[in-house]
């Protein structure tokens, strides 16, 4: 099928290089033209494991970028993908400025278009924005109406950052939003190879299960710090807990790490959104609110933690590992390993960092603030304090640390290879 996909950021260009390695004929739309010409000599403009070999692996036919959002670019196609961001730096829930932007010129696209081109809303929106805000502007930008020119589709998407190619590739679900009989006819054949469940709802609930699915799983990593808070005043592993706590297929293991806590476009702003939805309609959404209070206060505690082991940081030389929101990652948006930095040069510290992967947008954010140095070892070798923010992998040499009081936010370094070592965890 031919399927526009308009934003090539992360969803963006995860799911155009995965529709057309599924077979698909795929246009990429973007308004950076920059993007466009990296997408076009075969490079991705993000960070993604995997994507620039399978962007290169693709024939060049399957999938072509440009940065024209008009009927020549989307007027062909069987559907378009909406996958631009809807989150900013400065909004704490859903932006969907982005989004109803992009739905205007998609509308504009379509004014003179034939056919029932299917507008698919992939883009992750609070519940009911496809129905109140996304569908309306649509019609009016097209001056057609939707179930009688065109259909719209909310399908959400569940990839995790830095795996985002695989997940699309080898999903647990799919979501289908909708009653409308040809768009579920034209999604049902776009994922039809995909061999996993398609559900299939309304649009709202399409929106209401992308929310929770993240704000169940921003409740586990808030569940398990705070367990892991108390079990650092008990003298406990939370680790132990977890693991026990893990075995229960009912609970399972999976997001029951604890630490500095999570971060990242989706977790924060996803259980934030369902939160200002639960406002609007009258309900106090107190549970979903403390998982958010939790989350916020983790990251200075770690803070705390080196203070009371070392007494005031001003002046004092101290090295970050690890800045993105996760490793594997060079996304910093809502990190709180940005959070625990800006808290650490805030109180006189004199810091170094190091992240290979997110220097870049981590300058953005910090500036100058901090010196960034090209390698771990670098960064530490003047340190007297070590915070390690991320669990890569190249964290967890424990030669690294020697001589350092190490404040380890995400149990890189786990029990055993840490003797000797002037070591403090977040809740272990
Ligand atoms: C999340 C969801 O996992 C995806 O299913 C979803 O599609 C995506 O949001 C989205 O809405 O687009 P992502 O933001 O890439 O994916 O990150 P996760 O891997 O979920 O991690 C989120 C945060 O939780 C990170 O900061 C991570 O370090 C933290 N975390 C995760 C923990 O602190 N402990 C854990 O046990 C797991």
Known sequence: MI??????????????????????QVIL???????????????????ETGLDAALRGLAPTSLSATSTLDSDSIGNADAIFLCVQSSTADCEGMDLTPVERAARDVGVALRNSSGYPVVVVKSTVSPGATEKRILPILEESSGKRAGVDFAVMAN??????????AD????????????????????????????????????????????????????KVSFINEVGNIC????????????????????????????????GSCLPKDTRS????????????????????????QPLRLIEMAERKMGRLVGKKVTVLGLAFKAGTDDVRKSPAIQVTKGLCQRGASVTV?????????????????????????????????????????????????GKVVIDGRRVLDDGVRDGLD?????W
């Open 168 to 219: 699309f590739l080898c999903p647990d679900r799919i979501v289908i939003g909708g009653v409308d009989t040809k768009g579920r006819a034209v999604l049902g054949e776009i994922y039809k190879d995909f061999g996993v469940p398609i559900i299939s709802v309304d649009r709202t609930t399409a929106e209401v299960i992308k929310c929770a699915c993240n704000a169940f799983l921003a409740a």
């Open 232 to 263: 650092k005043a008990l003298g406990v592993d939370t680790y132990k807990v977890a693991e026990a706590m893990g075995a229960d297929p009912r609970i399972s293991p999976h997001f029951l790490k604890a630490g500095i806590g999570f971060g």
């Open 274 to 297: 369902l939160c200002m939805v639960a406002r609007e309609l009258g309900y106090e959404p107190i549970l979903l609110e403390s998982i958010l209070q939790v989350n916020d206060n």
């Open 354 to 402: 190091y992240d290979a992967l997110a220097e870049e947008k981590a300058k953005g954010v910090l500036q100058d603030r901090v010196i960034y140095c090209p390698s771990a070892v670098e960064a530490i070798s003047q340190a007297e304090v070590v915070f390690v923010l991320t669990d890569s992998d190249e964290f967890k040499d424990v030669e690294l640390y020697s």
């Open 156 to 165: 959400p998407e569940f990839l995790r950052e830095g795996n985002a190619l």
């Open 3 to 24: 399927l526009a996909v308009v934003g090539a950021g992360y969803v963006g260009m995860v799911c155009g290089v995965g529709f057309a390695k599924m077979g698909h």
């Open 423 to 427: 070591y403090e965890g977040i809740c």
């Open 29 to 47: 739309i973007d308004i950076d033209s920059d993007k466009v010409d990296m997408i076009n000599q075969g490079r991705a403009p993000v960070y």
